[in-house]
């Protein structure tokens, strides 16, 4: 499964310290923004959707 926990978490975490917005990155990029958008975003919207 890889990093997307951690990364989720992490996200979460900042979230729940206030943090509204960040830039997340990666290389290469387009890739790396279909794997977070499958793999993280779902995590992290999920608390948002209910």
């Known amino acids: 499964m890889g990093p997307k926990p951690q990364v989720a978490e992490r996200i979460e975490e900042c979230a729940a ?3 509204e917005e960040s830039v997340l990155s990666g290389y290469p990029h387009l890739e790396e923004a ?3 958008g499958e ?6 919207l999920a ?3 209910r």
């Open 39 to 44: 793999g993280v975003l779902p995590r992290v």
């Open 17 to 19: 310290l206030g943090i």
């Open 34 to 36: 279909y794997r977070s």
């Open 47 to 49: 608390p948002v959707a």
